[in-house]
């Protein structure tokens, strides 16, 4: 009898535990936040002749899901806090973002980056893409 109840607790606990690990691995998976995929700009040579402003676009979902994104350009094409030129938190309402073409130069190259911030707090992969000013 004693035997039984051995093999019996020790068997209910391998299957908490595998429980737990499959309610963990699920949960972990329904959180995932994929990167935004960006429309425009996402080709490397940008025309700005005649323009007042560069739109940047992307796909825009889950919006009852996000609370801003974080939109972000540098010089050159290296993301780091020394080439940031631009940061700001943009509303689910404010889109495009158009930036004046003032703040770009003529054979500048930039990258600018989005990252989805949700309701919840958690944030999507960032997306970037390079871009050259040609002509303005």
């Known amino acids: 009898m ?5 093999i019996l607790s020790s068997l209910l606990i391998v299957l908490a535990l595998a429980g737990g690990a499959f309610a963990y691995r699920m949960n972990n998976i ?3 936040r994929p ?23 992307w796909r825009r979902i889950n919006f ?25 938190d943009v509303g689910v309402n404010q889109y495009p973002v158009e930036i ?6 003529l054979n500048q190259a930039y990258t600018w980056s989005l990252v989805q911030v949700y309701v919840d707090g ?11 000013i040609i002509k303005k």
């Open 30 to 32: 329904s959180n995932d």
């Open 122 to 132: 958690s944030k999507s992969d960032n997306s970037y893409s390079p871009f050259t």
């Open 35 to 57: 990167s935004v995929d960006l429309f425009s700009p996402v080709t490397d040579n940008i025309d700005l002749s005649g323009k007042a402003n560069l739109e940047f676009k």
């Open 100 to 105: 004046p073409a003032k703040t770009f130069r």
């Open 2 to 6: 004693k035997h039984r109840i051995i």
């Open 64 to 88: 009852t899901q996000t609370d801003h994104y974080r939109f972000k350009i540098y010089s050159g094409y290296n993301m780091l806090e020394s080439t940031l030129i631009l940061k700001q």
